[in-house]
Nanobody, 117 residues
Framework: QVQLVESGGGLVQAGGSLRLSCAAS????????MGWYRQAPGKQRELVAA???????RSADSVKGRFTIARDNAKNTVYLQMNSLKPEDTAVYYC???????????WGQGTQVTVSS
């Protein structure tokens, strides 16, 4: 099993920035990819960004140029730097880990991000 603990959510004004962090524990040697999904009220969960151990990344078109994902493999941690935030970025953000390719196979509890206009 892999456990994921997120931190860094909160309330920010439009145009502001937040950084989310997620630390993995447990069977961390099995992790291939880590990243973030989000779910806004009334919408399906969607991929925000993810990165493999080797540095390959993927991200949603809606966040390209604004959000940056980074992994610190030594700390088993993934970060999501979110800049130029928009009200439509408001959602619960979930840290994920993939052990079978990109996965996701494991989910964190989620952290709320609210962007006010």
């Amino acid at each position: 099993q892999v456990q994921l603990v997120e931190s860094g959510g909160g309330l920010v004004q439009a145009g502001g920035s937040l950084r989310l962090s997620c630390a993995a524990s447990g069977r961390i040697f099995s992790i291939y990819a880590m990243g973030w999904y989000r779910q806004a009220p009334g919408k399906q969960r969607e991929l925000v960004a993810a990165a493999t151990n080797g540095g390959n990344t993927r991200s949603a078109d809606s966040v390209k140029g604004r959000f940056t994902i980074a992994r610190d493999n030594a700390k088993n941690t993934v970060y999501l730097q979110m800049n130029s935030l928009k009200p439509e970025d408001t959602a619960v953000y979930y840290c994920v880990a993939g052990v079978t390719g990109w996965g996701p196979n494991y989910w964190g509890q989620g952290t709320q991000v609210t962007v006010s206009s």
